[in-house]
Nanobody, 124 residues
Framework: QVTLVESGGGSVQTGGSLRLSCAASGYQFRSMCMAWFRQAPGQEREGVAQIATGGGYSFVTSSMRGRFAISRDNDRNTIFLQMNMLKPEDTAIYYC?????????????????WGQGAQVIVSS
């Protein structure tokens, strides 16, 4: 059974930083595509970043590039989302997702496995 568990959410002021973690279990970590999505109240879920756990590929949505970074630690079966210079519009629930194939388009419909979500609140 595939399990994804997020941690690291919380409340920060504008300009602050947070690092989200997603610990994975139940599958071959080194052959997956893993991603971060977020969903703000009343809005659709949007892709933030994705990474190939086997290495060689990572991607951050252009609107967040320069502030957000995705990384992985294969020894810990964990991916991270480092978020810097946070803004109130970054307030959302952040979800970790995974699929048993390579990274292609960052669209929620193609990801098979999901974590429970981590709340991020950025106050002005």
């Amino acid at each position: 059974q595939v399990t994804l568990v997020e941690s690291g959410g919380g409340s920060v002021q504008t300009g602050g930083s947070l690092r989200l973690s997603c610990a994975a279990s139940g599958y071959q970590f080194r052959s997956m595509c893993m991603a971060w999505f977020r969903q703000a109240p009343g809005q659709e879920r949007e892709g933030v970043a994705q990474i190939a756990t086997g290495g060689g590929y990572s991607f951050v949505t252009s609107s967040m590039r320069g502030r957000f970074a995705i990384s992985r630690d294969n020894d810990r079966n964990t991916i991270f989302l480092q978020m810097n210079m946070l803004k109130p519009e970054d307030t959302a629930i952040y979800y970790c997702a995974a699929k048993d194939s390579g990274c292609l388009g960052l669209e929620s419909a193609v990801f098979e496995y999901w974590g429970q979500g981590a709340q991020v609140i950025v106050s002005s």
